[in-house]
C-alpha cells in the first residue's frame, strides 16, 4: 500500500499543506493541498502571531485531504525557529506567541550581558546573536505570565502538542534558542540562571524522525480528518530545507533562500571559537547529529517588505526584470542592519541609508530592487568567504533552495559576486526535506543519502556559472558594513 505524507510548512507570511508519495523508482510527488496566510498582529502595542488560526487552518487542510479519498497519513510540522507558547498548568496557552519581530528585545543584548558576557554566551552555546533568539525573550518576558507558566513548547512543538496532547521539544529547532550547550547537546543550566528560567519548563527533547501521535480526532468534531500520525520532523524551517538540499560530498554549501537567506554547510562537530564569535556565525543543529554551520542573512523580507509598501504594483519576477535594467552597485545597503529587521517603511528606511552613506538614493521599484538584490549577492560572497577560511573547505558548489531559488537574477548575480558555481532548486525544499524525514523515519528511505539522491530524480534544477568578477564591489561593500559595525 502507497504511503501518503505531508509536510505542514508554515513560514512568516503564508503556511501550505503539500501532499507527497513516493513511486517505485524513488521519485518523490509533490502537491499544494491547502494555502493560506499568516502574520503577526498587534495587540496593545505587542506583535503576536495567530496560533489558533494556524490549528484551524491545518484542520481544513487535512479535512481536504479526506475529501481526496485519503483516510490514512502522516504529517510533520515545520514553522520558523525561537518563537514559543507558555501553557499553564492545565495545558492551555497563557497568551498567543509573541513574534520574534516585536520590539520588546531592543537593548536585551546589554542587559543580558551584564550577568553573563555575551562572549560566554556564544561559547556555550554556538548560537549566533541575535536580538530576537528565544533566551533573549525570555529575559524580556512578563514575569507574571512566566510565574503561572507550567511549559514552553516552541512553535512547531505546540502546533503538534495541540493537535495530537503530547509535547516535545525537537532538537532542531532547540537549539534556535540559544539556550542548549553545544557540547553537552542539553540545556545549559547556567545560561537558564542568568534568565531565571527553571529547565522543568522545557519538555523531553525528542530526535527528528521520532513519531509524535495520532490526532485526537475526538478533539476536532466540526472537522472530518483522516488518521493522521504526527511525525516530529526537523521543526526548524532552514533544517528541513537542509535536509532538502540535493548536496553530495564535502564541498558544498548552501542558501536557503526566503524571508531569511541561510548560507551555511553542514558539518559533524560545531565551531564556537572568538573568530566564529565576530563573524557571528551560527552552530544550529541538523538532523542525524550534524550541525548546520551557517550565518543569518536579511534575505526576501527586503523585498517583500518593498513590494508591500508599494502595494504589490509589481510581482516579484517584475521587480527582478526592473532591477536587471538598472547600472550595478550605484547604491548599497548593509542587509544585515537591525534597521532593516521590521522598519515602519522599508523604501524610507533604505533611503535613509543610502543618504547618511552618501550614495545615490534609489527612488524607483527597479533602484530599489537593484539595490537590494545587488546588496543580497555581495554580502553571500563576504560570508562564503569567510565560511572557506572558518571551516577550511574548498567550496566549489553552491546549492540555492527555497523560494528565493526561483529568482534567475539573484541566481547570477550570486555566482558571479561568488565566483561559485549555482545550482538552483528545489525551490520547495523544506517542505520536501520534511517529507524526507518522515519518509525515512517509515522506512520509503533506509537513509538520508538516499532521500537526497530521491530528491534529484524528482525536481529539476538549474545551474548558473560565474560570467563576471565583481571584486571591486565587494570591496566597496565591505567597507561599508564596517563602517556600520
Given at each position: ?292 554551520f551557517l550565518k543569518n542573512i536579511m534575505g526576501m523580507w ?105 529568482n534567475d537574477f539573484l541566481n547570477q548575480l550570486t555566482a558571479?559576486?561568488?565566483?561559485i558555481n549555482v545550482l538552483a532548486g528545489p525551490g520547495e ?57
Open positions: 500500500m502507497t504511503k501518503t505524507y505531508l509536510a505542514v510548512d508554515i513560514g512568516a507570511s503564508s503556511g501550505r499543506l503539500m501532499l507527497s508519495e513516493k513511486d517505485p523508482f524513488d521519485r518523490i510527488s509533490l502537491e499544494e493541498i491547502h494555502r493560506f496566510k499568516n502574520g503577526f498582529m498587534e495587540i496593545d502595542g505587542t506583535d503576536y502571531w495567530d496560533a489558533d488560526h494556524l490549528i484551524e487552518e491545518i484542520l481544513i487542510g487535512l479535512e481536504k485531504v479526506k475529501q481526496r479519498g485519503i483516510s490514512e497519513c502522516y504529517v510533520g510540522i515545520d514553522t520558523w525557529g525561537v518563537d514559543y507558547c507558555l501553557l499553564d498548568a492545565n495545558g492551555q496557552p497563557l497568551s498567543q506567541p509573541v513574534s520574534y519581530r516585536d520590539d520588546r528585545t531592543e537593548g536585551a543584548f546589554e542587559e543580558f550581558d551584564r550577568g553573563l558576557p555575551l562572549n560566554q554566551l556564544y561559547e556555550k552555546t554556538g548560537i549566533q546573536l541575535q536580538p530576537f533568539n528565544t533566551v533573549f525573550q525570555l529575559l524580556r518576558e512578563d514575569r507574571q505570565k512566566l510565574a503561572q507558566a507550567k511549559q514552553l513548547l516552541l512553535m512547531p512543538d505546540y502546533l503538534g502538542y495541540a493537535l495530537t496532547g503530547t509535547a516535545v521539544l525537537e532538537k532542531t529547532n532547540a537549539s534556535t534558542m540559544q539556550l542548549m550547550n553545544l557540547k553537552t547537546r542539553k540545556l545549559d543550566e547556567d545560561v537558564l540562571a542568568a534568565i531565571d528560567v527553571d529547565k522543568e519548563l522545557f519538555p523531553n527533547m525528542a530526535e527528528p524522525g521520532s513519531i509524535l501521535g495520532p490526532i485526537l480526532k475526538e478533539k476536532f468534531p466540526r472537522y472530518d480528518l483522516p488518521d493522521a500520525t504526527f511525525i516530529t520532523i526537523a521543526s526548524h524551517d532552514t533544517a528541513s530545507a537542509v535536509v532538502g538540499t540535493p548536496g553530495k560530498g564535502e564541498n558544498w554549501a548552501y542558501i536557503s533562500s526566503g524571508t531569511w537567506s541561510l548560507m551555511g554547510v553542514e558539518i559533524e562537530e560545531g565551531i564556537s571559537t572568538s573568530e566564529t564569535f565576530e563573524a557571528n556565525f551560527t552552530n544550529e543543529w541538523g538532523v542525524q547529529g550534524t550541525i548546520r527586503l523585498i517583500q517588505e518593498v513590494a508591500r509598501i508599494q502595494e504589490y504594483r509589481y510581482s516579484y519576477p517584475e521587480l527582478a526584470e526592473l532591477a536587471s535594467q538598472e547600472e550595478a552597485f550605484v547604491s548599497l545597503i548593509d542587509v544585515n542592519d537591525p534597521r532593516f529587521l521590521n522598519p515602519k517603511d522599508m523604501i524610507q528606511e533604505i533611503q535613509t541609508y543610502c543618504h547618511e552613506t552618501n550614495q545615490p538614493v534609489p527612488a524607483t521599484a527597479g533602484k530599489l530592487a537593484r539595490c537590494i538584490y545587488d546588496s543580497l549577492a555581495l554580502c553571500y560572497a563576504v560570508e562564503l568567504e569567510k565560511l572557506e577560511k572558518i571551516t577550511g573547505k574548498t567550496l566549489t558548489q553552491l546549492h540555492i533552495v527555497g523560494g528565493g531559488s526561483n558571479d559576486a561568488c565566483g525544499a523544506t517542505a520536501i526535506g520534511n517529507i524526507i524525514v518522515q519518509m525515512v523515519a517509515t522506512k520509503g528511505f533506509g537513509t538520508l543519502v538516499e532521500g537526497r539522491e530521491g530528491i534529484k530524480k524528482s525536481f529539476p534544477m538549474k545551474e548558473f556559472q560565474p560570467q563576471k568578477e565583481n571584486h571591486q564591489a565587494i570591496e566597496i561593500y565591505q567597507a561599508l558594513t564596517k563602517q556600520f559595525v
